[in-house]
């Protein structure tokens, strides 16, 4: 599916380069892949971290998994193909992000290690940054903030992670987010100190 369809075409660099912007933000541009279980917390840290870089007079934002899924990737489903093209489509766009200087959150299951890979394999190094919202299933499941569990127990979700799919953990994140036991506040400390010690806040 990621295969180009595309024919005549030609990459057109800007005027303004991303060190260029990257100095105007004072900052530099980076994808924060959070992945992990449903209910581990991901959506969650990413939109507490985002605010407290917001409040540090620094540009983030979110892409979560849902709202992704309500517009440029509504025509995907959730078998294994179409998660690897969801997050294709999304490495594509974190990508345009990183070269526009800005700090982008990733909150996606992204349940297979070789998508996750691929979506790195797009980027400069230093520009993906992998963090596992390591999360059991048992204590996600206890969370259920959606209700996705019970209904993948009852059958009435196919191809749930976790469940009834497989989830392929990190084996080299930049970060892992005990966010089973840790509270919000010690998580989003953790990624956003993670962040100012390796200058991603800085420029």
């Known amino acids: 599916?990621?295969?180009?369809?595309?024919?005549?075409?030609?990459?057109?660099?800007?005027?303004?380069?991303?060190?260029?912007?990257?100095?105007?933000?004072?900052?530099?541009?980076?994808?924060?892949?959070?992945?992990?279980?449903?209910?581990?917390?991901?959506?969650?840290?990413?939109?507490?971290?985002?605010?407290?870089?917001?409040?540090?007079?620094?540009?983030?934002?979110?892409?979560?998994?849902?709202?992704?899924?309500?517009?440029?990737?509504?025509?995907?489903?959730?078998?294994?193909?179409?998660?690897?093209?969801?997050?294709?489509?999304?490495?594509?766009?974190?990508?345009?992000?990183?070269?526009?200087?800005?700090?982008?959150?990733?909150?996606?299951?992204?349940?297979?290690?070789?998508?996750?890979?691929?979506?790195?394999?797009l980027m400069a190094e230093g520009d993906f940054v992998e963090v596992w919202a390591d999360a059991d299933v048992a204590t996600c499941e206890e969370r259920d903030p959606k209700g996705l569990y019970k209904k993948a127990r009852a059958g009435e979700i196919p191809e749930f992670t976790g469940i009834s799919a497989p989830y392929e953990a990190p084996e080299r994140p930049e970060l892992v987010l005990d966010t089973g036991v840790q509270s919000l506040q010690e998580s989003v400390e953790q990624l956003v100190g993670y962040l100012e010690e390796k200058g991603y806040l800085s420029q």
Do not use: C
């Open 1 to 121: 599916m990621s295969e180009s369809k595309s024919t005549n075409i030609t990459w057109h660099e800007g005027h303004v380069t991303r060190k260029e912007r990257e100095k105007i933000l004072g900052q530099r541009g980076v994808t924060v892949w959070l992945t992990g279980l449903s209910g581990s917390g991901k959506s969650t840290v990413a939109t507490a971290a985002e605010q407290v870089v917001l409040g540090k007079g620094k540009l983030a934002y979110v892409l979560d998994g849902d709202n992704v899924r309500h517009g440029l990737n509504k025509n995907l489903g959730f078998s294994p193909e179409d998660r690897t093209e969801n997050i294709r489509r999304i490495g594509e766009v974190a990508k345009l992000f990183n070269d526009s200087g800005v700090v982008v959150f990733t909150a996606f299951i992204s349940p297979y290690r070789e998508d996750r890979d691929a979506v790195r394999a």
